[in-house]
Structure formats: structure tokens, C-alpha cells
């Protein structure tokens, strides 16, 4: 795995591959010098320091498939509050993990009726056929039917955070909560989560964002730099 840095200030081009190995694209980001690069195949995986002893990692990729360790480690799933599957990122979640995940979500006690997991609150299940060991359930804001969407996004992921915490986690990786149907603007739920989980910079080895979409790891890039900052 190759990591680039220079002096002061460097030019980060993240190159993307095809299934042959032939160069497609790169685009380039002006990175602080504390951010490190390395390639996955499929884009950038980069290094933030949120302290001496934790990082925020920003990667492409499916996070259906990530894990560190198998055992203390814990992907999110952008839930609904019903917590029963759904569609995105959620459903496929679900059919990665298996008929037991939806048996454990089940077994969540509802809060009111028809209602497991309320909008910023997390859950925490087994990752049963997963390979991380654990699934943090979260639900986001509908942007334009919250009346504060960013103390509800905020909230989910602080929230996700704690549970992880509770349950010694070390290793968390987040999709774009509420980026997909729910209407969030990107660059503002960039804003919201990465100054969130630096609220936790000294409570996990590593937080990392997996994102499948390009436009939103551009942004969440971009605003990583500027948000972390030396």
C-alpha cells in the first residue's frame, strides 16, 4: 500500500481503476499536510488524524464488505425507526447479513408502536453473515420534514458513536447518513457528521467513512480537509 506526502502542502490525485487495471480518471484535491493516501482499486482510501491515537478514513467501496477485525469492529446502517430493511443501503445491509439480522431487529423492543429505533437514536445488533461483527442501526432526518435536521443528524451520529463506545468498538465505519432518499444536502451532512465524530476523536482507533457514491467522497474529502485542519 503506497502512501503519498510532501512538504507543506501536496496535490492529491486519487486514480481510479478499472476491472482491468487500465486508468479511467483522477480528480485533485488539495490536501493538509497531516492527510495520508493510499489505493483500495476503486478510489482513495485517505488518512485524517483526530488525535494521537485515532484516525477518520475516507474510502469508495461497498461498506456491506469492510471489517477490520471481525470482532471489534462495526458497520452503521442508515435504518428507518420501524428497523425491519428497507431500501439502499439498508436493504443492503440486510441481504448481506442475512435472515437473522431482520430476526434480531425484531426482537428490539418497540419504543411506541411500530417504532424500534426513533429518528437519532442508534441500535446495536450482532453482523451475523457480515464480515464486521456488529451493525449500529440509525436513523437520519428526512431533510425536509425535520424541523432541525442537524441536531437530528447530529444526533444520529453521536448517538451511533455512543453505542459503539458502550459496547467497546473500536473500528466504525459510517455510510452518508440520510444523503440517499432522505434528501440531505451532501456538503451540509458532511459539515454535520465530521464535526460530530470529532467530538470522539480520542474514543476509537479508527472512524471510517465508506461511501459508494463519488460526488459525496469528493465532498466528504473536501470537507475533511477543511474541517481538520492543523
Known sequence: MTTISSGSHFLLKTL???SHSKLRSFRSFGMNTSARVSSNGNGGVVHFPLSSSSALIIQKGDITKW??????DAIVNPANERMLGGGGADGAIHRAAGPDLLRACRNVPEVRPGIRCPTGEAR????????????????????????NPAASLASAYRNSLRVAKESNIQYIAFPAISCGVYGY???????????TIKEFQNDFKEVHFVLFASDIYDIW?????????D
Open 16 to 18: 481510479k481503476f478499472s
Open 67 to 72: 471489517s477490520i477485525d471481525g470482532s471489534t
Open 124 to 147: 446495536i445488533t450482532p453482523g451475523f453473515l457480515l464480515p464486521a461483527s456488529h451493525v449500529i442501526h440509525t436513523v437520519g432526518p428526512i431533510y425536509n420534514a425535520d424541523n
Open 185 to 195: 444536502p451532501y456538503d451540509e451532512a458532511a459539515t454535520v457528521a465530521i464535526s
Open 221 to 229: 474529502l473536501n470537507k475533511s480537509d477543511e474541517l481538520l485542519k
